[in-house]
């Protein structure tokens, strides 16, 4: 099945700026998604559309894309933004959602 | 404001089968679908599929086809998923989430807004 490409793991430091990559062939076809997951926590849709951050999501965390490849920045990273997070978008029949395997983020 | 909330954890022995539900609220329940996401421990996320509340339309993923069954019911504003025939593969974290896809092909439309909590399904002898 279509899977999307993500590092398994970024580490930085508090205040840093961390930026998660997501790639897969059908990208340039289609909107990316992205989710934060924390333990116990209902996940958090973060960025939709590629771009477009909802109501209620800090404005550090944004997304952009290039390509085949986008990416999620999260500038001035704090401590609570430890977790794991998804990408997501369209597989390349474009009727069923694909996921990335995921990203923890560790800040140090 | 708009939210899922899913039923409590199951432990169940292989074989048997499990139903999940998820009562929404906070929006008219037929203006969005519902995706079934999973996550097995240690792994990634897993898209099962997914129903609208507004025709009853429905898709599984190729490799549960058989085994899970969505269902909606527009009265309650309350969906469900039923899997069948367990084994200890299905032991996850079951979240339900609102899909942005109503009916249709859903051509490039699947996407979550919002998510349930979660609920675990521990299938062990």
């Known amino acids: 099945s279509y899977e999307l490409t993500q590092p398994p793991s970024v580490s930085v430091s508090p205040g840093q700026t961390a930026t998660i990559t997501c790639s897969g062939d059908a990208m340039p076809m289609h909107h990316a998604y992205w989710y934060q997951l924390k333990p116990g926590q209902a996940p958090i849709l973060l960025i939709y559309k590629g771009t477009e951050r909802p109501s209620g999501i800090p404005e550090r965390f944004s997304g952009s894309r290039s390509g085949t490849t986008v990416t999620l920045t999260v500038s001035g990273v704090l401590a609570e933004d430890a977790a794991d997070y998804y990408c997501q978008s369209a597989d390349t029949s474009g009727t069923s959602p694909a996921f990335g395997g995921g990203t923890k983020l560790t800040v140090l | 404001q708009v939210q899922l909330v899913q039923s409590g954890g199951e432990v169940k022995k292989p074989g048997a089968s499990v139903k999940v539900s998820c009562e929404a609220s906070?929006?008219?329940?037929?203006?969005?679908?519902i995706s079934w996401v999973r996550q097995a421990p240690g792994q990634g996320l897993e898209w099962m599929g997914w129903i609208s509340p507004y025709n009853g339309q429905s898709k599984y993923v190729q490799k549960l086809q058989g085994r899970v069954t969505m269902a909606t019911d527009t009265s309650t504003s309350t969906a469900y998923m039923e899997l069948r025939s367990l084994t200890s593969d299905d032991t996850a974290i079951y979240y339900c989430a609102r899909d942005e896809c109503t009916g249709g092909s859903c051509y490039g439309l699947h996407w979550f807004d919002t998510w349930g909590q979660g609920t675990l399904v521990t299938v062990s002898s």
């Open positions: 906070g929006y008219t329940f037929s203006d969005y679908g």
